[in-house]
């Protein structure tokens, strides 16, 4: 059974834990939560636990022979041992999972201006902050990271339920709904009730990509960065390619009216037979992008690559490019001169101007 031991100088604010999942856990003898009041290890006669800091200054600093002795009075050999600080790293759901693996935890909750540091060496403490922050004690961070550790210990919560939770794949939770079906005027996405379960994934992927974008862009970047994939370009996709063409050439070249039909043309002619050297950027199902590569003089071209607006700026279109520099010796790309932020990112990636044109840079990457 795992065990979490708590060293504190409030142990009564640790009976509001024992409700809901973490009570039943308890009762179902899946962890098991042990008190210790560090007052009563104080050898002072009015069981004093602080002392004034060396060097001066405001408060008062927790001493540590109350809480080794509280610590050795466990006699516990292996241990996670945690101590609850403003200073330390910042608690986060990788670490829940990581701490719900130990036989044993101990955390230790500071209290006014924090505990003797030499307590960090002596018992091999981690610094764990529950966020930038800071609260008047440590008591709130240990149960907060204690009912998250707790949910991770098998059996505590239905396994289906976390994975699908918000961190558990590095996005945020899609949102859930429940009856009625009609509150106020207010419906439950139709999407739901269709008892498509391909459609509901999907309608659920998307909803987590969109609330992580919106509320932790961090998370989003991360997330598309790591999980895109090329995918060979289909018949299917033409259309969505010549889109794609069609915006990176209108976006930075005032092209004339009269030239619309020529490019227009050249979609619909030379370009179609280009599809094979194409491969679309996807994350799951979801197409945001694409990249074309072909022989070209002697080496190879970067015909096109485009990124969705939405997706852009966490790292993917260098990540791709820099996969192409690493497989061919000589790449060739066009670029429009008023494009300077791709310019300027071709030039850091080691690509030379070789030509010019009033519009457009031809730029060559060697090795
Ligand atoms: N003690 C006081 N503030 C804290 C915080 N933010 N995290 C962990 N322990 C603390």
Not at 57 to 84: C, H, R, T, W
Not at 323 to 331: E, M, P, Q, R, W
Request: aromatic share 12%.
């Amino acid at each position: 059974m795992h065990r979490i031991t708590i060293l504190t100088l409030f142990p009564e604010m640790f009976e509001s834990l024992k409700h809901s999942i973490i009570k039943r856990a308890l009762d179902n003898n899946l962890f098991e939560i042990n008190v210790v009041d560090i007052r009563e290890f104080s050898k002072d006669i009015h069981k004093k636990c602080d002392d004034y800091p060396y060097g001066g200054g405001a408060g008062m600093v927790m001493m540590l022979q109350p809480i080794v002795d509280a610590y050795k009075s466990l006699k516990i050999e292996n241990s996670k041992f945690i101590y609850a600080s403003p200073r330390g790293k910042i608690f986060n759901q990788k670490m829940a999972q990581e701490f719900s693996k130990y036989d044993d935890i101990v955390i230790l909750c500071g209290h006014y201006e924090g505990v003797d540091d030499r307590v960090i060496d002596i018992l091999g403490a981690e610094e764990v902050s529950i966020g930038d922050y800071v609260l008047t004690g440590g008591e709130l961070p240990a149960m907060v990271m204690v009912d998250a550790i707790v949910r991770n210990i098998e059996g505590v919560i239905n396994e289906k339920s976390l994975e699908d939770e918000s961190f558990s794949n590095g996005l945020l939770e899609y949102p859930q709904y429940t009856r009625p079906e009609v509150y106020e005027k207010i419906s439950v996405p139709d999407v739901l009730l269709s008892g498509d379960h391909k459609k509901i994934d999907d309608w659920r992927f998307k909803q987590s990509l969109e609330i992580t974008k919106q509320n932790r862009i961090d998370l989003f970047n991360k997330f598309v960065v790591n999980n895109f994939k090329l995918v060979k370009a289909k018949e299917r996709d033409y259309e969505t390619l010549c889109n794609y063409k069609r915006q990176s050439i209108f976006v930075f070249d005032d092209v004339p009216k009269q030239d619309y039909d020529k490019i227009n043309n050249y979609l619909k002619t030379s370009f179609k037979k280009l599809i094979k050297y194409f491969q679309m950027i996807k994350i799951k199902d979801i197409t945001i992008g694409c990249v074309g590569v072909r022989d070209f003089e002697d080496g190879v071209l970067l015909d096109e690559i485009w990124v969705d607006s939405d997706y852009r700026g966490n790292g993917i279109g260098s990540k791709i490019i820099k996969d192409i520099l690493d497989k061919h010796n000589k790449v060739y790309l066009w670029v429009y001169k008023k494009n300077t932020k791709a310019f300027n990112l071709y030039k850091r990636l080691g690509f030379e101007i070789k030509e010019e044109t009033n519009s457009r840079y031809k730029m060559l990457f060697e090795k």
